[in-house]
């Protein structure tokens, strides 16, 4: 319980099994996962969790309408928590064809989450939080080690997002479920996310069929990691509303440990 806490208190665990499913991308591409994929995919984990928690900083009163605990104050001044963020979106750009990751989420970032935009904010309408935030996760696991691998030519890039066709509903499917954790304090926000707008039970009940259709089409194409990964979402969305926090940081440790087997299974 304390681990889940302090996991929740971090948001550690998204950006993790960000990392998790580059790095699995990247194996099935042909990257040796050491050198420059480890190294890209490590910066875009630290670029993530920058993020994070810099937009943990902006919502205090979401978070605390949702039960979380105010962040402790920073342990430097907040300039240099901005620089760590900037310094990281400039080695993420120093690798090949790389730069307009950490452009598009420095952008999207400030539209998403700076508190003078007000209502204004991209977060607060559901279709852009929602589209934002599965694109993002997308795009990071498979086209950052596809340009790293093979380049920006147009048949590489029309291939990788065939691919990706299978992560989408994964990162669709994760980011409402995550809303639904989050629909109290959104609503109290004003922030009207799928959850807020449905209401929690349909929300979750609408992510489990939709995880549980992906599965299906996983287990027909042979991925063994695609079939496990949606019947995890697809179970604990069904049970996802009214429930606290610590039960998502369950489910996100079940998922982060399902891609570590994964990756060091070797499973396809």
């Given amino acids: ?9 971090a948001r550690a665990q998204l ?9 699995y991308a990247a194996s099935l591409m042909g990257l040796p996962l050491t050198g420059d994929a480890l190294r890209l995919g490590l910066a875009n984990y630290a670029f993530m969790q920058l993020v994070y928690l810099a937009d943990r900083y902006f919502a205090p009163a979401e978070d605390a309408a949702n039960g979380v605990r105010p962040p402790e104050p920073l342990p430097v001044p907040g300039s240099v928590f901005f620089f760590a ?13 790389q730069w307009v990751f950490p452009a598009a989420g420095l952008l999207l970032f400030f539209l998403y989450s700076f508190p003078p935009l007000g209502r204004l ?3 607060n309408f559901f ?52 809303d639904v954790r989050d629909a109290a304090g959104d609503a109290a926000a004003g922030v009207r996310t799928l959850p807020v707008v449905l209401g929690a ?5 609408g992510v489990a069929v939709l995880a549980a259709a992906a599965g299906l089409l996983a287990w027909h194409g042979g991925s063994r990691f695609g ?15 009214g429930r606290g926090r610590l039960y998502f940081e369950g489910c ?17």
């Fill in 1 to 9: 319980m304390v681990l889940l806490e302090r996991l929740s208190s």
């Fill in 15 to 23: 950006p993790l099994l960000a990392l998790l499913c580059f790095l």
């Fill in 85 to 97: 963020l900037a310094a990281a979106a400039a080695y993420i750009a120093s690798f090949p064809r």
């Fill in 121 to 123: 904010r991209l977060k």
């Fill in 127 to 178: 279709l852009s939080k929602t589209l934002i935030n599965a694109s993002l996760f997308t795009a990071a696991v498979t086209f950052s080690p596809a340009l790293l691998r093979w380049g920006a030519e147009p048949p590489v890039l029309a291939a990788v997002a065939r691919a990706a066709a299978g992560m989408f509903p994964a990162a669709l499917c994760l980011t409402v479920l995550l």
């Fill in 201 to 205: 039970r349909r929300a979750s009940l």
């Fill in 227 to 241: 079939t496990a990964f949606y019947a995890v979402l697809a179970g604990a969305s069904l049970f996802a509303a």
């Fill in 252 to 268: 996100l440790l079940a998922l982060n440990l399902l891609a570590a087997c994964a990756l060091f299974g070797g499973w396809r």
